[in-house]
């Protein structure tokens, strides 16, 4: 479970020394040339390459925003166990560990390669430490009585979803369902929240509100300059201000009327949802080696024996069939509930119910397209046998050749001789 950093650093030091791994001799630290003070050890030189690039990346483009200089005061360390690690037997997870060192500390962070929310994880490390740098601005020591729960987890996470990218605006999406189904969580409900849930649905129905906060009061410049001013009070102030019902919940409540208007048209066609399973229904299962990789799809996976990989790939899939199914036409939702319920029955080791409720979510599928394509045919000899002389039908060309083949008939001296030469060949059949 992902969780917001713990409200002393004690507890920190618990998660910590769980945190605290050897480093094998295959693996190497590499720092950020920018900024020293971001390192990241991994057997994968490359893999560091792309943490440090990260870390850059995620400075400029807040730095301007908190208004931070430039130098990194809190130092980030993150560790990257690659399989063919010694370690990967025993790093399955992410962990966070804050070192206290008087006058700063450092957040020291590890997770396994194959994690499918790295980018993510690794990137909410250096938002947080970023975040330090403007909530405790003014203080120069750090001890376990230390709270670091002042910086609030919307914004934390607000910010690092505002830095991900999203062009399907999955997140909008599910701000807008929320408000017009008058489901969405109030401000102070929302500032209150100490934790991401492990549940993908709820996990992602509370990032998209932190992100929504956040981008409805920096989307704007006046309300990003509003936005700085709250920020350098909290640090002239300390984190003990408590200034972060922020804006009003009028405020709040108005920016959730305009959530339908910002979210544009992100329900995908009936067409666009098909297509989008097709595209996601393969599943790809990591081996040590790239050549020995093992593919099947939504319908075959559940012949496959069970194992980490497996597991790892299934967990994977259900994200990419959550987020599929926040945004896919009405008729789909269903299937794609069945499938997610299938992998997960899957992962908990339930075969039986796995292979039942993937066979199901089949026959729907071939049902519903069946049932699609009765509709498509119905709608076309609609289209052809009604009257469209007052407007045109989607058969219009058809109609047009048709009628000019009949003026051929009747009057062989067509203007355009190349077309009546086409429209003699098309009167033959």
Known sequence: MLRMLPVFLAAMAIQGSEAQVSVPVTASTAASEMYPEVTCTSANAGMN????????????????LLQLGGKWRFPVHVTIVTPDDPLADKIHEERIGV??????????????????????????QFVTALLWEKFFAKTSSFNARTRLDVVPLWLVEGLNEWLLEDSG????????????????????????????????????????????????????????????????TVATSGPSSGKYLFPTEAGWKEQLL????????????????????SATETIAIA???????????????????????????????????????LRAHPSWRPILALYRFGLAALIGGHSDQAQKLIEEARKQRTNEIAYHQKLTDYVNWFEVTKDFSDHKSAFEPYFQTARETEQVQADPEHPNAIRAGLIKVESQF
């Open 287 to 325: 081996e040590k080696k790239a050549d020995d990789t093992r593919i099947c799809t939504l319908d075959t996976v559940a012949a496959f024996p069970p194992d980490k990989e497996l597991t790892a790939a299934l967990q994977k899939k259900i994200f990419d069939l959550t987020a599929l199914e």
């Open 49 to 64: 390459a792309d943490i440090l690039q990260l870390a850059n990346d995620t400075r400029d483009q807040l730095g301007q």
């Open 169 to 232: 605006h999955d997140r909008e999406a599910v701000v807008r369902r929320a408000a017009l189904a008058d489901r969405a969580p109030t401000l102070a409900e929302i500032n209150d929240w100490a934790e991401i849930s492990d549940d993908r649905l709820l996990g992602l129905y509370q990032r998209a509100f932190c992100y929504y906060l956040v981008n409805s009061l920096i989307h704007q410049e006046t309300k990003r300059a509003v936005f700085q001013q709250w920020l350098a």
């Open 258 to 277: 305009q959530a339908p208007a910002r979210s544009h048209d992100l329900i995908y066609t009936w067409d666009e949802s098909a297509s989008a399973l």
């Open 99 to 124: 070192a206290v060192m008087d006058k700063t500390m450092r957040i020291d962070a590890t997770l396994p390669s194959g994690d499918p929310a790295l980018k993510a994880f690794v990137q909410r």
